[in-house]
T-cell receptor, first 119, second 113 residues
Framework: AQSVTQPDIHITVSEGASLELRCNYS??????LFWYVQSPGQGLQLLLK??????LVQGIKGFEAEFKRSQSSFNLRKPSVHWSDAAEYFC?????????????????FGQGTILTVHP | EAQVTQNPRYLITVTGKKLTVTCSQN?????MSWYRQDPGLGLRQIYY???????DKGDVPEGYKVSRKEKRNFPLILESPSPNQTSLYFC????????????FGSGTRLTVV
């Protein structure tokens, strides 16, 4: 079964500093990978996704992520964090298998990383 | 505006009193899903639907029911809610399947006392 691990529960950075949020996945084939952001009291917004091709993916709000197959990782980065980036970030892996319909449609999330930004 | 709409946003209920959380999408998406979010556990899938009248269990289906009688609607039903179902619930839809990513609603915060 697929799984996602976000090793850092909570990260604190200063405004203007660089950011890297870690994500490791377990999946038997080439994964479809996602990063979502959830601002306080809000739903989930898609930041970026990786399906194939270039392993460095650009997203919204100045975020990027790099897919590294050898490390089973899909870390999220931003060169300069803004106070408005404070939120919870979720990495997810999509399951495209269709074994009797039992797993098709499944998007599996990590536990989330809470980002705090100090002024 | 393309969106997934859930109602209500907040709900407090008592143990055992049946409730329904509605979900509607206006994007003509085939796939819809329900997730619950709990601190430290991320989002866990409850049920998903691949089309009208086609649904399947996710990771945590116990205590929940769903139905998909129309393409746009996917209500979540708690026949006999219990306090361990206190959570933040999200409905989501996708044109190609959850594996390709979902568009999420704004969430329903449910408290069962």
């Amino acid at each position: 079964a697929q799984s996602v691990t976000q090793p850092d529960i909570h990260i604190t950075v200063s405004e203007g500093a660089s950011l890297e949020l870690r994500c490791n996945y377990s999946y038997g084939a080439t994964p479809y990978l996602f990063w979502y952001v959830q601002s306080p009291g809000q739903g989930l917004q898609l930041l970026l996704k990786y399906f194939s091709g270039d392993t460095l993916v650009q997203g919204i709000k100045g975020f990027e992520a790099e897919f590294k197959r050898s490390q089973s990782s899909f870390n999220l980065r931003k060169p300069s964090v803004h106070w408005s980036d404070a939120a919870e970030y979720f990495c997810a892996v999509g399951d495209l298998a269709n074994a009797g319909g039992t797993s098709y449609g499944k998007l599996t999330f990590g536990q989330g990383t809470i980002l705090t930004v100090h002024p | 505006e393309a969106q997934v709409t859930q109602n209500p946003r907040y709900l407090i209920t008592v143990t055992g009193k049946k409730l329904t959380v509605t979900c509607s999408q206006n994007m003509n998406h085939e796939y819809m899903s329900w997730y619950r979010q709990d601190p430290g556990l991320g989002l866990r899938q409850i049920y998903y639907s691949m089309n009208v009248e086609v649904t399947d269990k996710g990771d945590v289906p116990e205590g929940y029911k769903v139905s998909r009688k129309e393409k746009r609607n996917f209500p979540l039903i708690l026949e006999s809610p219990s306090p361990n179902q206190t959570s933040l619930y999200f409905c989501a839809s996708s044109i190609q399947g959850g594996g390709y990513g979902y568009t999420f609603g704004s969430g329903t915060r449910l408290t069962v006392v």
